[in-house]
Structures are given as C-alpha cells and as structure tokens.
C-alpha cells in the first residue's frame, strides 16, 4: 500500500515527466498485478490513492499557467502543445483519467466485492462528466473515452491478469449482467441476466440510469449554444461530439428496459444540438466533402446509427415502445429539413465552405435507407 501512495504523490510532482512515468508505473501495477491485492488492499487503494489522485489533478490542472515560461525551456525544444503548465497538466489529467477508467473496466469483478461499488462508480461518472465539460479539447475529448472505456464500446481490449475478460463475442458489464451480442454490428443482442433476482437487475439498472444521467447531462451542457455574441464563443470539436454521439447505442443497450418516451425527448434535443454545432474552419477541408461526393460527416453518421439502434429496438420492442413511433418520425423529419436547410448554432455566424450539397442529400439518402 505504501508503494501506491507514493506513486499517488509522484503523479502530482511539479516535474511534468516524473508525472506522466509515476502514472504510468501506478497503473500498469495496477493492471499487471492487481489480481493479487486482498479486498482491503483494493478499498485503500481506491479511497486513499486514485480518487484523490484525480482531485488533486483536476484542482492542479484548473489552477495551472496559461503562460509560456521561456526561462525553464533553455536549449530545449518544446512542442507548442506542451508548451504552458496548463496543456501540461492537461496531459496529467487525461493519463489519469484514462488510468483509473482502464482499471475500473479491467479489475470491475474485484471491485465489485469491496462493498461500496455503485458510490465509487457514481463519483468515476462526475469526474468524467466534469472532464467533459471542461473547455480544454483534448481533456473533454479523453473524457469521452473513458466513458466509453467504462462501459465497454473497446470489445478488443484485453490486459494480461485481468478478472474481467473482453472478447468479441461477449462482454460483462457491471453486476451479474451478460450482454451477447451476437449479430455483426453488436447492437442486436439483448441484455439477460444471469439470475432471475429482481435486486440485482435492479441494482444494475441504478448503476446505468446513472450512466445515462451524465451522458444527457454532457450532451445537453456540451452542445447548448453559447448566449449572446461573444468574441471566443466555446464551442465542441466535431470529434468530441461525434464520441458523444458513438457511446449512446452500447449505452442504450444497458437501460432498453427503462427507456421510455421522455428519454427519446431528451436524447433528441442532444442529437440535434450535436448536429448544429459547425465546423471548425481549419477541419472544414478534412471533415466537409464536396460535391458530387455523397458522403456524410463521422459526425451525421454516429447519428443515424444512434437512431437506427433505437428504430429496431422499437420496432421489436413493447407497445410502449411502439408508441413512440411519432417521436422518431418528426426526428427523421428534422434531420430532412436539415439536409435542405442547415441549422443554426445560436448566434454564431457561420460561412458555408465550398458546395455542401453532397451531405445534404445523402443524409436524406441514407434516412430513406431505414426500414420500419
């Protein structure tokens, strides 16, 4: 226990390379010998070393220089991505969050035994959504990741000595939940689990309506226009909210069975926002195809797939889940509207880049495509 308190306290030194080796040391242990830690080991180690970890990080990461110190680089170059104590830090901040993602997904069977499981989840989901909020691009944009890392969207991932096994057949989210997920794209399968005991299902259940919680909460903060006309207006990158849009169909899977018609409201008002947020000028060549080109942004095509999960899960689902057919029509019939007449970012002023036309009709194409 003494060596991971003291990897704790290296991963917040002042030496930005000692950080990033004491983090890399404290994890990989972790990950490579964490089978072997008693249950009172495991408790410690999360009470006392990785949570306090992230909030010593996150403090000393809001708290960091904004200013490029020319005194300490001497004959060094540094990267201008590396170059203030503030983009240090964030690197800090995404290896730490990453780190204690990981070990939560790899070591979840372990630390499902400790007794106190759904209040350390719980907090791993507000410093995650706190992440994903913050206005640094590459500290939200990691965030997103490890949210999907906790919920297991990496089926590949596999670290040696792990409880908890991932393969491209199967995958054990937390409780006694086994999700099969048989067909080609993974979305088909339906959750069932192993136990026919209505506590834990409900258990279960908690833990993802929390998930579902943070992702709206994310979404709807993320993507809400900025108010008024400001001289550096935040607003997301493409990437960022194209993760956003990719995490939703895994995590639907795990809350289909409370999903009712006013999370298809919410879900809606977040998908659509995403799709008003623009491009950012220096992507708009890299993201924005040209015509005749019918191709599609990443961004407008995690969408649709978000809104393909939900068609077919309505169309074999309950009647209550078939009423909400009229919702998801006057949704396709937004995002028609928006391939003929772009939508608007708040007060942001926008120029259009070269001709669009491509994008809009094969978002109409690719909507004409889903079968009901």
């Not at 680089?73 to 240090?88: F, M, P, V, W, Y």
């Not at 907090?123 to 944009?141: D, F, G, K, R, T």
């Not at 089926?155 to 999700?179: A, Q, Y």
């Not at 080109?293 to 009647?319: F, H, M, R, W, Y």
Request: proline share 6%; glycine share 6%.
């Amino acid at each position: 226990m003494c060596l991971f308190s003291k990897l704790g306290e290296l991963c917040v030194d002042q030496r930005p390379a000692t950080r990033k080796s004491a983090g890399q040391t404290l994890f990989s242990t972790l990950s490579a010998h964490g089978s072997l830690l008693q249950k009172d080991t495991w408790k410690k180690v999360l009470w006392q070393v990785l949570f306090p970890l992230l909030e010593h990080v996150q403090k000393l990461s809001s708290k960091a220089s904004t200013s490029k110190d020319e005194s300490s680089g001497g004959n060094i170059l540094i990267h201008h991505s590396r170059d203030t104590a503030e983009k240090q830090w964030a690197e800090t901040r995404v290896l730490t969050l990453a780190g204690v993602a990981r070990t939560f997904n790899s070591k979840r069977m372990i630390l499902q035994t400790i007794g106190d499981f759904p209040r350390a989840w719980s907090l791993l989901l507000e410093h995650i959504e706190y992440s994903a909020l913050c206005p640094n691009a590459e500290v939200s944009l990691a965030a997103l990741k490890s949210f999907q890392e906790i919920i297991q969207i990496n089926k590949d991932s596999k670290e040696k000595g792990d409880d908890l096994r991932i393969s491209r057949g199967s995958v054990t989210p937390p409780g006694e939940e086994v999700m099969n997920r048989s067909s080609e794209d993974g979305h088909d399968a339906p959750n069932k689990p192993v136990q026919n005991d209505s506590g834990k299902v409900e258990y279960n259940l908690t833990l993802w309506s929390t998930a579902w919680r943070v992702w709206l909460n994310i979404g709807m903060l993320s993507t809400k226009p900025p108010e008024g006309k400001s001289q550096k207006p935040y607003i997301p990158s493409q990437a960022f909210v194209t993760a956003l849009a990719q995490t939703f169909p895994p995590l639907f899977h795990h809350i289909k069975s409370r999903f009712v018609a006013a999370d298809l409201q919410k879900l809606s008002t977040v998908l659509r926002s995403a799709l008003s947020v623009p491009v950012h000028g220096d992507m708009s060549p890299f993201i924005i195809p040209t015509y005749p080109d019918l191709t599609i942004t990443p961004l407008q095509e995690s969408t649709l797939n978000a809104v393909q999960v939900l068609i077919k899960a309505i169309k074999n689902g309950s009647e209550s889940m078939q009423n909400m057919y009229p919702d998801l029509f006057d949704q396709l019939l937004i995002y028609i509207e928006y391939g003929v007449k772009p939508p608007k970012y708040g007060d942001v002023e926008t120029k259009n880049f070269g001709s669009v036309k491509g994008p809009q009709v094969s978002m109409i194409i690719l909507i004409k495509k889903f079968s009901f």
